[in-house]
DNA sequence: AATGGGACCTGCGCGC
DNA sequence: TGCGCGCAGGTCCCAT
């Protein structure tokens, strides 16, 4: 899935590989993923724009149009951006660029979004938005968790409490700080709050160096794989020895997600 | 305020 | 090898 290291990934990628490119020409294999506008209106709206800008906020990637206005994709489960010469799997917009290559919006599940906004600022999803992760002090953080009741696990995926930590890396964070997943928020003290913290900020950059987990369906811009699968400790890790005791890693449901986590080291 | 469940979707892994 | 079933999961929406 792509999570906030993804994203900052592939953002990166597109500021290096598309920005100051033009938008030639718009593709429709799967229309479903264009929200609230028409193709047509879409495609009257981009097509001739330069990509000037390509930005991050949570897992929203935003594209900024020499017009003013703004691409926003959101990958949500299952999608990946693939730039390319040819279509890639699952290519459903193609935004054909003016050096012939194409910007391949690819997704499995069709969960994906892609939208045309006056100002990204505006979007629901992004004013309802927490806190970015990597931009907030340990204190800003600390403060996060007052009077929450909530599993820490869950809180920690949800966007409107902090954003662009999903399933992997939250499993991860916990895992670190050695903090059993459903344990209460508030229940935590100080010191577990400054080590879910940088355990926090060490996965999050972790991620971000290897260019992203490749677990699932998440590819860089080019198409290769993130490498942070091979240092991931609990996700999709089931079954096998905890790093740190050895003991089996067991998996449970955190509402109504995925959660592995290892009994012995996480209280 | 917090939690739970359904909906959106389809590829893929599993069991037979 | 082939088929059918149901899970996976980010986000939104509704109900409790």
Not at 148 to 157: F, N, Q, V, Y
Not at 170 to 176: K, L, N, S, T
Not at 191 to 212: A, M, N, P, S
Not at 235 to 255: A, E, F, M, N
Request: aromatic fraction near 6%; proline fraction near 4%.
């Amino acid at each position: 899935m792509p999570e906030l290291p993804e994203v900052t990934t592939i953002v990166a990628e597109l500021n290096s590989a598309v920005v100051g490119k033009t938008i030639k020409e718009v593709i429709f294999k799967d229309a479903r993923l264009l929200k609230a506008i028409k193709p047509q209106i879409f495609v009257k709206e981009v097509v001739g724009q330069k990509i000037v800008q390509a930005l991050r906020r949570g897992k929203v990637i935003i594209l900024k149009l020499q017009s003013g206005k703004f691409i926003i994709i959101h990958l949500r489960i299952s999608g990946w951006l693939l730039l390319a010469g040819e279509e890639g799997k699952h290519s459903r917009i193609i935004l054909k660029l003016s050096d012939g290559k194409l910007l391949n919006f690819c997704d499995g599940r069709v969960l994906g979004e892609l939208r045309l906004v006056d100002d990204w600022h505006d979007l629901n999803v992004v004013k309802t938005m927490g806190p970015e992760p990597l931009e907030i002090s340990k204190q800003e953080f600390a403060k996060l968790f007052e009077g929450k009741k909530t599993k820490i696990k869950p809180l920690l995926m949800d966007q409107h409490f902090l954003a662009g930590v999903g399933n992997i890396y939250a499993q991860e964070a916990v895992f670190c700080a050695g903090i059993h997943p459903e344990k209460e928020a508030n229940k935590l003290d100080k010191k577990q709050l400054e080590k879910l913290y940088d355990c926090l900020i060490h996965v999050l950059e972790e991620g971000i160096k290897d260019g992203g987990t490749s677990a699932d369906s998440y590819f860089r811009l080019d198409g290769s794989k993130g490498t942070h699968v091979e240092h991931l400790m609990v996700y999709q890790r089931d079954g096998k020895p905890c790093v740190k005791c050895k003991k089996p890693l067991i998996r449970i449901t955190t509402s109504g997600r995925g959660t592995v986590f290892c009994p012995h080291c996480q209280k």
